[in-house]
């Protein structure tokens, strides 16, 4: 992997950054000063940052440790610029297996939360919302809502997130394994459609382009599926 550069390893896991996420920190420390910020104030953006990377790093050891509890190995987890890979050497079997890999992920951010709610409590930092959204805002408090929006995006019902996965496995208890993968990801493109109509309506056009990424993935699941059948 030579795209990527190793930054840690951990009980055996070796953790890689791709060099598209370097990059981007450097082009967002660039923007910032561009803005007019400050160098201490562009290198606390980028500060943040790292910490959103090491949450993520967190969820997908989440999914590294709860796979080696059934016999799984992972191969190695890389990070890139739109969020983590842990990429375990075989896929769950069993249903319930691949519901408690899956939810591990988000599981790790709702407790991390949950422990930034519970220390900006402790020193009287408003954890508000608009707080977070604040110039100069509390970073605990931010922090703490970034890790929430990374358990409502993890958990959206569609491939290739988390929630796509728990959705397969809840269905494959059902229904035999290939059906299940059919209906999830025709539940996620649904999802992805409608989210796309909404953002040409609103003018977010991110939103179509990432269920342009979702319709894809789907797509690729079943596909990978019905190969392995
Ligand atoms: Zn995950």
């Avoid at 606390?44 to 050891?61: D, P, S, T």
């Amino acid at each position: 992997m030579k795209s990527s550069i190793k930054f840690g390893s951990v009980r055996g896991i070796d953790m890689f950054v791709h060099w598209t996420f370097l990059v981007m920190l450097v082009g967002i420390f660039i923007f910032y000063v561009y803005q007019g910020l400050t160098v201490t104030a562009a290198l606390m953006g980028v500060g943040l940052i790292l910490a959103v990377f090491g949450c993520v790093v967190l969820h997908e050891l989440g999914h590294a440790f709860m796979a080696r509890e059934f016999g799984i190995p992972t191969l190695d987890i890389t990070m890139y610029p739109i969020g983590g890979v842990a990429r375990l050497q075989r896929m769950p079997r069993e249903p319930k297996q691949e519901f408690l890999i899956a939810i591990a992920g988000p599981a790790v951010n709702l407790a991390i939360a949950a422990i930034l709610f519970l220390i900006t409590s402790l020193f009287d930092t408003s954890t508000a919302l608009s707080a977070a959204m604040t110039p100069g805002g509390n970073i605990l408090t931010m922090l703490m809502w970034v890790n929430l929006a990374l358990v409502v995006f993890n958990m959206l019902p569609a491939f290739p997130m988390d929630g796509g996965r728990v959705l397969r496995a809840g269905l494959a208890t059902r229904m035999d394994y290939r059906t299940a993968t059919s209906v999830a990801s025709l539940i996620g493109q649904g999802m992805a459609f409608l989210f796309a109509i909404y953002g040409i309506m609103t003018g977010l056009w991110t939103l179509p382009l990432v269920a342009v990424f979702v319709f894809m993935a789907a797509r690729q699941e079943v596909k990978h599926v019905m190969e392995r059948a």
